[in-house]
T-cell receptor, first 111, second 117 residues
Framework: GNSVTQMEGPVTLSEEAFLTINCTYTATGYPSLFWYVQYPGEGLQLLLK?????DKGSNKGFEATYRKETTSFHLEKGSVQVSDSAVYFC??????????FGKGTMLLVSP | EAGVVQSPRYKIIEKKQPVAFWCNPI?????LYWYLQNLGQGPELLIRYENEEAVDDSQLPKDRFSAERLKGVDSTLKIQPAELGDSAVYLCASSLGAPLAGEETQYFGPGTRLLVL
């Protein structure tokens, strides 16, 4: 079946540091890949997505590239801010639009 | 455009009591999902509706959970009776439709945080 593996958190960074959150997946066929962000006490917000191999999703300075050869979709940001502190979820959408999520990675950014 | 609306935001009940959660999806979204999110985990699908039809309820514990989506718009998820282990966040999401390019993106509501005492 489908599965998503994320690096465990928390990831702690200073403001303006470079961020990478690793995500790898196992799936049949050609899934779409997503990053969602969850701020404390809130629901999930779509951050970015990619629907086919080599696509790059980007939003608010975050980027992730769909790498079929390594089955990865790592999230990156060049300079994090305190306001980026949240939990980040990697997810894939299989053939019936059901999302399979990773366990989430907490990011803590200090001033 | 309004997002997915859920109510209540928080609910505290005693075990064995019934509880219900309500969801109003984004206007025009035919597909509606209910997810369960335990603390420190990613959401897990409970049920998926295509219009008013439940097309995937394989993960819904049918002995105590039920759901409905009358008229293919709003949806209600019910637990009766609630157990201590049901304490979690219940998320509702919606999408335009089936997994065609660009239509499968799911948009989430803020969730209902349930505490069973």
């Amino acid at each position: 079946g489908n599965s998503v593996t994320q690096m465990e958190g928390p990831v702690t960074l200073s403001e303006e540091a470079f961020l990478t959150i690793n995500c790898t997946y196992t799936a049949t066929g050609y899934p779409s890949l997503f990053w969602y962000v969850q701020y404390p006490g809130e629901g999930l917000q779509l951050l970015l997505k990619a629907t086919k191999a080599d696509d790059k999703g980007s939003n608010k300075g975050f980027e992730a590239t769909y790498r079929k050869e390594t089955t990865s979709f790592h999230l990156e940001k060049g300079s994090v801010q305190v306001s980026d502190s949240a939990v980040y979820f990697c997810a894939l959408s299989g053939g019936y639009s059901t999302l399979t999520f990773g366990k989430g990675t907490m990011l803590l950014v200090s001033p | 455009e309004a997002g997915v609306v859920q109510s209540p935001r928080y609910k505290i009940i005693e075990k064995k009591q019934p509880v219900a959660f309500w969801c109003n999806p984004i206007s025009g979204h035919n597909t509606l999902y209910w997810y369960l999110q335990n603390l420190g985990q990613g959401p897990e699908l409970l049920i998926r509706y295509e219009n008013e039809e439940a097309v995937d309820d394989s993960q819904l514990p049918k002995d105590r959970f039920s759901a409905e989506r009358l008229k293919g718009v709003d949806s209600t998820l019910k637990i009766q009776p609630a157990e201590l282990g049901d304490s979690a966040v219940y998320l509702c999401a919606s999408s335009l439709g089936a997994p065609l390019a660009g239509e499968e993106t799911q948009y989430f509501g803020p969730g209902t945080r349930l505490l069973v005492l």
